[in-house]
């Protein structure tokens, strides 16, 4: 037994080894970003919430970054 079999396209995905993954990675979350903002600009909950959530997001890649 070679233990558990890992799916390593979608660990690639979340955590990526490149850095033209994590550029991809960080314009994927710009575009998907400003795509929630263009549509909760009516509501300023929401548009809070995806701000917030955007930053959060931001702030795991810094972190990965520096680490």
Do not use: C, K, W, Y
């Not at 037994?1 to 979340?14: A, Y």
């Amino acid at each position: 037994m070679n233990g558990p079999r890992r799916n390593t396209e979608v660990l690639d995905f979340f955590l990526p080894t490149t850095d033209a993954g994590v550029a991809a990675q960080f314009l994927g979350l710009a575009a998907i970003s400003a795509v929630a903002l263009f549509l909760t600009r009516d509501l300023p909950d929401a548009r809070l919430l995806v701000i917030g959530l955007s930053l959060l997001a931001l702030g795991v890649m810094a972190i990965r970054a520096i680490h």
